[in-house]
């Protein structure tokens, strides 16, 4: 084997990108994530430019026996981004997104990000389903399912994934479609980063906006539990046309809210409706009748502008993090009670939890259709603690974990969303519970693309024997 450091500068020629190593000036900015709590150092970071990039990163990461990290928009709470003692493919300066407009297609670059995608499709008065916060990946977020504002009528991101190219882990580029290498595209469409690095995804578009409807009454947690029953029985007869979750947080201080509720525990019913923005201005109004409100930005507005609404709640690398969320069989009163009862104990005011609806186009996937498995969760109860002190870590991943533990009873058994990791401490197992009847088929699959699990950060799947 060529040494290191020779091996290192040969690639440092060849790459059209950067190649970041120990020591140079940018190496603690090339390995910062979105959680402030991960602190890991990669032996190399191949900041990459191009297919001909990623193909030369895993080459050299093979020659030299290291194992390979991914980073898409780095958002992944427990750090899948980036590993110790490894390679990291950092592929943030690949984000273009090209639209045909005739096709309703977009062809995004592995490391764009939702905004990207939406400042390039929505022009056009198009989109495909994202998240909700504008600077996420869209590899990383799709990869594992993609929950954001059109799944009412569009679904999960992976549900509109139509092909995508891969350089897998023998350095070879495999496009996957419908017709082409169908298992990988299967795979892809919830298996997470496990089959290679994904350089392109191509994605159906829809018409969305430029106008949608976005309500937010925020209620006093003191407005307890009648409002947010209302909201669920207002879901249940809509989720063919409205994407909604009732947020829990803490009212900021600021001109956003009247200063009698400064540092209030709050929860936000917040929905889009992805139709005529009239016809969803009178169809949500009730939501914000149902108690006196703490405030309420309720109104008509770009889809655009609604994508990047959350942007300031949570900014990149200024907080620890440890996020769980577990899918629900229904909202029962008692949840609903759980709910409250758990916001109102978070540790931290930067803390946030929510119950999130689905059904509407979500719903209406066959469980082996995509790797992503079963889609009869009508719900999600997600914990995400968030707090600035690394001395007050224990007491917010216990807030989140006992709260995850506490909707046990209310939970579909095993599923869990694998976006929302925790720090990824709970192993296979949990993966293998999540996927279900899916796992050994994603075994399989595995084996075929990456027999030696050369991707292995991420929500590993063991390739099958
Ligand atoms: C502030 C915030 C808001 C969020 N909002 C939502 C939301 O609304 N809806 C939702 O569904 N999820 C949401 N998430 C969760 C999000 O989907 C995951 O954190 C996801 O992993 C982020 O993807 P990324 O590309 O930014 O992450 P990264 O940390 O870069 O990567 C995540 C994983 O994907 C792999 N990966 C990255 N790029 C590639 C690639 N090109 N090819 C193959 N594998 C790759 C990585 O190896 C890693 O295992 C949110 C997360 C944060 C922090």
Redesign the pocket.
């Known amino acids: 084997m060529i040494d290191f450091d020779t091996s290192a500068k040969s690639l440092r020629r060849g790459l059209e990108g950067e190649v970041i190593i120990l020591g140079d000036d940018d190496y603690d900015a090339a390995r910062a ?3 402030a709590m991960i602190d890991r150092r990669p032996k190399l970071i191949a900041r990459c430019r191009g297919v001909g990039d990623v193909i030369a990163a895993v080459k050299f990461a093979r020659k030299q026996g290291l194992p390979v ?14 590993c110790d003692d490894g390679v990291m493919i950092d ?1 943030s300066l690949m984000r273009s997104v090209t639209v045909d407009q005739a096709a309703r297609r977009a062809d995004v670059e ?2 764009a ?1 939702w905004r990207d995608v939406d400042s390039a499709t929505q022009p056009f008065g198009l989109a495909t389903p ?4 504008s ?7 799709t ?6 504002w059109l799944r009412a009528q569009h679904g ?2 992976i549900d509109n994934l139509m092909a995508a190219d ?1 350089v897998t882990a023998q350095g070879d580029v495999v496009h996957c479609s419908e017709t082409e290498n169908p298992d990988l595209l299967w795979a892809l469409r919830g298996g ?2 496990n ?5 392109k995804f191509q994605f159906a578009l829809h018409e969305v906006g430029p106008e949608v409807m976005f309500a937010a009454p925020i209620y006093p947690l003191s407005a307890g539990a009648e409002p947010i029953r209302k909201w669920r029985d207002f879901l249940a007869a809509n989720s063919d046309r409205v994407a909604s979750l009732c947020e829990f947080s803490t009212a900021a201080e600021g001109e956003d809210f009247p200063e009698e509720f400064w540092g209030e525990r709050v929860y936000t019913l917040a929905c889009v409706y992805n139709g005529d923005a009239q016809e969803g201005e009178a169809l949500l109004q009730p939501l914000s009748e149902l108690a006196p409100l703490a405030t309420d930005f309720s109104g008509r507005m770009n889809y655009a502008d609604v994508q990047q609404l ?1 942007d300031p709640l ?1 900014p990149f690398g200024d907080y620890r ?1 440890y ?1 769980k969320a577990r899918y629900l069989s229904g909202l029962s009163d008692d949840m609903i009670d759980l709910a409250i009862s758990n916001a109102r104990s978070a540790p931290s005011d930067n803390t946030i939890s929510s119950l999130w609806n689905f059904g509407g186009a979500t719903a209406r996937v066959a469980t082996d259709a995509t790797a992503f498995g079963d889609r009869s969760m009508g719900w999600m109860y997600s914990l995400d603690a968030i707090w600035p002190n690394e001395a007050d870590d224990n007491q917010n991943i216990a807030w989140s974990r006992d709260g995850w533990n506490a909707a046990e009873p209310y939970a579909q058994e095993g599923r869990i ?1 694998l ?2 990791p925790g720090h990824g401490e709970d192993g296979e197992d949990l993966t293998r519970k999540a996927f279900g009847p899916n796992f050994a088929r994603l075994a399989q699959i595995k084996a075929k693309y990456d027999p030696d699990n050369v ?1 292995r ?3 590993n799947i063991t390739p099958e024997a």
């Open positions: 994530v979105w959680n990290s991914i980073r898409g928009g780095a958002h992944n709470v427990a750090g899948h981004a980036v592929l592995g490391g990000i994202g998240g909700l916060i600077d996420t990946g869209v590899a990383g977020l990869l594992s399912g993609g929950i954001g999960l991101s891969v997470g980063g089959f290679g690095v994904v350089v959350f949570i993090c996020w969303y976006n929302f991707f950060f991420n929500q």
